[in-house]
């Protein structure tokens, strides 16, 4: 069974710039989530897919966006990238309809925006 | 909306001891579950223990156990036999049980402490 993946684990930005951040799910799941986190502080929630669909969304704005393709893989896009954008951002993956929702965390991307 | 607090930024325990991490949240709603995380160095987060607000009983996993007080709205984590790799940050995490959609499973975390295991 292969865990969360995400790519790439850093990188670095300018400010209007735009940035795709990509993630594999755990085998067998079919809903992903995406945080920010900043440091020093607890995540965030940005955004959830399930079938390919948003069906969830935090306090961000339309800047930072997203896909899930069939495979169920993910990627998260921030638009016009600001220095406030700068965090360890985070992908889930969860198998829907189990109510404890038990979320599976990647390691993360950590962005850089100078 | 829901908020989660977690009231100490820092928190140091001998090896072998015992330590508790305070949790706080606030919620209208009367059926949710709870979480810890534990975040290391490596920054994968990870699951500790969970607990189902309907259920009385508080959970253990291992050397992990919850006071769940859902009166007080209270929700602290007591380690036991503190090893050297339990030092990270833990977050306490709050989601709904109210499914808006499939499978919402959107989470709210406090801002974490940070725990050091002193040899």
């Known amino acids: 069974e292969t865990g969360v993946t995400q790519s790439p684990t850093h990188l670095i930005k300018t400010r209007g710039q735009q940035v795709t951040l990509r993630c594999s799910s755990q085998?067998?799941?079919?809903?992903v989530s995406w945080y920010q986190q900043a440091l020093g502080q607890g995540p965030q929630f940005i955004f959830q897919?399930?079938?390919?669909?948003?069906?969830g969304r935090g306090n961000f704005p339309p800047r930072f966006s997203g896909l899930q393709f069939p495979n169920y893989s993910s990627e998260l896009n921030v638009n016009a990238l600001e220095l406030d954008d700068s965090a360890l951002y985070l992908c889930?993956?969860?198998?829907?309809?189990?109510?404890?929702?038990?979320?599976?965390f990647g390691e993360g991307s950590r962005l850089t925006v100078l | 909306a829901q908020t989660v607090t977690q009231s100490q930024p820092e928190m140091s325990v001998q090896e072998a001891e015992t330590v508790t991490l305070s949790c706080t949240y606030d919620?209208?709603?009367?059926?949710?579950?709870l979480f810890w995380y534990k975040q290391p160095p490596s920054r994968q987060m990870i699951l500790v223990i969970r607990?189902?607000?309907?259920?009385?009983q508080n959970a253990t996993e291992n050397r992990f156990s919850v006071n769940f007080q859902k009166a007080a709205k209270s929700f602290s984590l007591k380690i036991s036999d503190s090893q050297l790799g339990d030092a990270a940050m833990y977050f306490c995490?709050?989601?709904?049980?109210?499914?808006?959609?499939?499978?919402?499973?959107?989470?709210?975390f406090g801002k974490g402490t940070k725990l050091s295991v002193i040899p």
């Open positions: 889930a993956s969860s198998l829907a309809g189990r109510q404890a929702g038990e979320l599976f």
């Open positions: 085998s067998g799941h079919n809903t």
């Open positions: 607990q189902e607000a309907y259920k009385q």
């Open positions: 897919y399930y079938r390919e669909e948003e069906n």
């Open positions: 919620t209208s709603e009367s059926d949710y579950y």
């Open positions: 995490a709050y989601r709904s049980a109210f499914n808006s959609g499939a499978g919402s499973y959107q989470l709210t």
